[in-house]
């Protein structure tokens, strides 16, 4: 937690901030009471006077009357865990507190220090080991004390310093300050150093949060880790005259003073009490995502206009922009409610505001216009974006189940190609004859947990791909290409191990080395499971061929196919001259019946083993490790395959207009190699993500048609990093980042799912909460029995002003309703007085949680999906399916309708 150096300082009493007023610590301090000194403990002894652990007075950690406030002046990141001992310690040996039964509430916060000292020793205090340390401290608390909720406090934006520093209006001890910071403050603006801290600060705080957010503290019912983010963004306080308010501050103008402490106490408080106590009153923003459902296209359109009016509204039938009564509901709580829209318009006219919604819009748009409402917002002046509170409503899927049989899901095989076993590399090392600089060894720790934990990463990755998870779609697959399992050194003809396949820091291949790695991945994709290459130099320099058409023989389901014929191999390239060469007559719709000819796309994810690190270098120049993705084995496309051999150039003799493959030795041309140099298996997702988004927006490809080939190589940095850190570098970390990433490719989960999962309910200011009331929704009918009409708008697709009133009501219902007690229809009976109020017993917007349905933190475990993908696409939007079939059902009645008014009007006018 926090102590008080200076706390309760005179202004002008520089020597007095030695003086740690714990007594006033806004986290733990209990001087006096609430109307006096506002602390997190005193706030608590309102509620329950009878509070055990608080601190009061001054001294150190180790007083009496320090209590349970085991803070120490001037520690860091790697003091955490030994306060967490002495203070389990002191609980254990307190008479007055249950170990057992009693709830603890600890609050954490540190990490100023570290960064006030970082440019010593960067290493020390990098994020790695700054989030480690935190994980020392949690893991020790999740260990020994039950029944407990801790505050993970994130560490401050420590540059806003700077200002208060540079200001010489303001009277501050500068000499002093520097020695207690000087990373902080010694550098200039524009330096490489404020940049580096810049970078760490995020750093710090970004892997704090995915440590909160890894679900690592949420396995028991008793025990919760919650981020506190109060502190991740804070701008200095200024004074009337536009200074630096230095009353914040101790005289050292570095730690806080007693007004900081108060604040930072009511922030703490604030933070942890916020959205599950949410009134309709408090809603200040009220905005909108999705298609032209919710931008109320037509919703004003006459009742008898036939397809010709709609023609002749051209745009404008797409562009009423009103969110109807729902905002008009919350303007009755609260009048001065921001982001309605009103007229009409595109989504880029002004009065459209915060409805970002556009027509003709499907799902994969939502993050586009996620983002153009976030920046909206953000440079809103008549919003407060850190304290105002915001309805979001997003309502998606109609386009997407209406173009699903036109538009199938992207198509890709994915190589997954087994981390390299790294131990047979040391004979480079070991061999005396052999010209290797020992010094640039970059691999150098191995050790018998090392050589099980490569046995074990084989086995977990081997388990995740044989489960079956990417089975279940007939246009994706994953298949593991064995070949740098066994990747024994070749010897040179006087018996040595030959270095020709390798760059001069022996560890990197070279030219001829990508060459042969490439021969492997191809000979590896085109033989049968069960029959893969275990080792890259076991079939010399040929390239295999298969004499069936198809490439699928490499699959499971298929690994009966006929063997394969041998080519000769010239120079570093490679020659190739398979019969079948064409692609299929039709686009295949499985991966099982995929041709070489069909793949329009290739992609790569890894390491500097797939950036291609120093293909051409000499020994001097690896200190810079230049990038060269010349001669790249899975994704280089320089020269042709006669002159240079890579998976793409080979691939290029099937499809030569295949697109993707890296280019020279620039970013500019890397293409779909997303790899990068020194990346570990927890990089996978970011960079699966990365070529995901180059790849919907490239226009050189089809993201959804065209069948892309992309080759995962990782695990070499892990090994390697294993013996510092086995449990970030552990087996099941490895495995559980590699489906996270092949997950990105695959997108297998449903949004119900999604929203049940508990993912979006780690923060006490974010809650994602799923409105069924379109799942059983009736088809409203006339007084005649047919289909009314009047609740859509003259297309029978979109809903009129009518149909929009009901949606709000039952929206707003919706929301007012408990989480499993949610009405799943709309009966569309309009009712001006059906809409539900608060009450005295349930004031609050209902989530999952104030509902009492999850009282703690979920498990947040994947399950095996059990359903074809179209069924988890289906199920993906709640309700809409319902929507289209009562879309349809209107529009079949509808034209059985007219044509019996139509057959009415003939008799009456039919002459005898």
Known sequence: TKICNGAGSNPHDVLDVLTQYRGLSWSVGGNENISTVTTLANILREFNPSLIGYSTGTGRETTENAALNQAVAGDKSEDVPAQVRRLVDRMKNDTRINMQTDWKLVTLFIGGNDLCKFCEDPIRYSPENYTYNIQIALDMLHREVPRTFVNLVTVLSITSLRELYAEKNVSCPRILMRLLCPCVLKYADNSTEVEQLVNFNKRYQERTKELVESGRYDTREDFTVVLQPFLTHVDMPKTQEGFPDNSYFAPDCFHFSQKSHSQAARALWNNMVRLHSLKPADVKVIAALG??????????CCQNCDSADLTRWG??????????SFSDIFREFNAMIEGYSTGTGSVNDLNAFLNQAVPGAEAEHLPTQARALLRLMQTDSRIDFNADWKIITVFIGGNDLCNYCKDPCTVALVNLVEVIDILPLRQLFVDTQVP?????FLCRDVDGLLVAGFGFLQLGVQGLVESGRYDTHENFTVIIQPFLRNPTIPLDQDGHPDVSYFSPDCFHPNQKGHSQLARALWNALVSCVGSKIRSMFEFGFALYCTIKRYMYSMLSSNHNMTQFDKLSFQNWGSDLSCSEQTPSSRVPTSVHELQPADIKVIGALGDSLTVSTAVLQMVAELILLCDSVLSLCSIGGDGTLETQTTLPNILKKFSPNIFGFSTGSSKETAGFNVAQRGATARNMSAQARELVELMRSSSEINFKEDWKLITILIGGNDLCQYCFDKETYSVQNYVKHLQDALDVFYDEAEALQLVNSGRYEQREDFA??????????????????????????????????????????????????????????????????????????KPFLSTV?????????????????????????VAAVAGVLVGSALIWAVSRRTTRHRRETETEKNMKTTSL
């Not at 290797?436 to 640039?440: D, E, R, S, V």
């Not at 949680?849 to 696409?873: C, D, F, M, Q």
């Open 291 to 300: 298609d032209s459902l919710t931008a109320a296209a037509a919703a004003m």
């Open 768 to 841: 994602v909460v799923v409105q069924p009331f379109f799942r059983n929704t009736v088809l409203p009918l006339d007084r005649d029995g047919k289909p009314d009409l009047s609740f859509f708008a003259a297309d029978c697709f979109h809903f009129s002003r009518k149909g929009y009133a009901e949606m709000a009501m039952a929206l707003w219902n919706n929301m007012m309703e408990p989480v499993g007690e949610k009405q799943t229809y709309n009966n569309f009976t309009y009712d001006r007085s059906k809409l539900k109020c608060p009450t005295p017993d």
């Open 849 to 873: 949680r104030n509902s009492g349905l999850r009282n703690s933190v979920p498990n947040t475990e994947k399950t095996e999906p059990s359903v074809p993908y179209w069924a988890v696409i």
């Open 315 to 324: 745009t404008d039938i797409f562009s009423l922009r009103c969110h109807l």
């Open 436 to 440: 290797c600089p020992t010094y640039l």
